[in-house]
């Protein structure tokens, strides 16, 4: 049985007050069952969020890592400072990320390698944009993304992946995937795993989709044979919103 995750995704909001506050608030309403919940949250709250967090099915997670270890590189934020902090995971390839700092399929393959190799769960991002979709281009832009981000990851690195399909579309528009859209390219991101490194693993491997998921939407998203939570920014902003896509999992 693979996992469902709903992580939450802060991106640059709330104050180091106001996060403590979702924070308890979350972890206070978070049910000890089967979905894994993350709180992604920025760096500067990562210790004080670990502090609060008390709930096994509870996790801390970053929004990026450094692309390097360690050293000169003024404003980083390394993986294994992330670690240090308490996290277990960390979004990688964000969209935001990818449009914004220019980050590209080579450097984010450089800081799946560091996650990893600090004990971190790398959330991988990929998705298409609009042009791309009416294009007709949006699985060869997904498959590209997987294949240049991740497979050449050793088995073992690779079963600790879970991957979010984000369309780019979707990101913070209210315009959601339909159920059978975001079904559709699951399907398809878990079959390109099953080429690459088997039926097991690719089984086990955790797709998450993300883009105006919310407490409405979320129970026809989960509800699909590939989609094994989601990814939330919006929603995760408040605590009613966010709880509600997690426990969109109890009507499925
Ligand atoms: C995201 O940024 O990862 C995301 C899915 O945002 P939203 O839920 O706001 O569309």
Redesign the pocket.
Known sequence: MRKKIVAG?W?MNKTLAEGTELAKTVNRLVEENDVTVVLCTPFIHLSEVNKIITKDSLFLGAQNCASEASGAYTGEVSAQMIRSAGADYVIIG?S?RRSCFREDDSLLNKKVKLALENDLIPIF?CGEILKERQAGKHIQVVKTQIENGLFDLTTEDFSKIVI?Y?PVW????GVNATAEQAQEMHKIIRGLITDRYGHQIADNTPILY????KPSNAKELFANPDVDGG?????SLTSSDFMGIVYAFKEI
């Open positions: 995704n991106k964000h935001e991002c979010a984000e979707a990101i913070g528009t993300g883009g105006s998921c990814l939330i920014g919006g929603a």
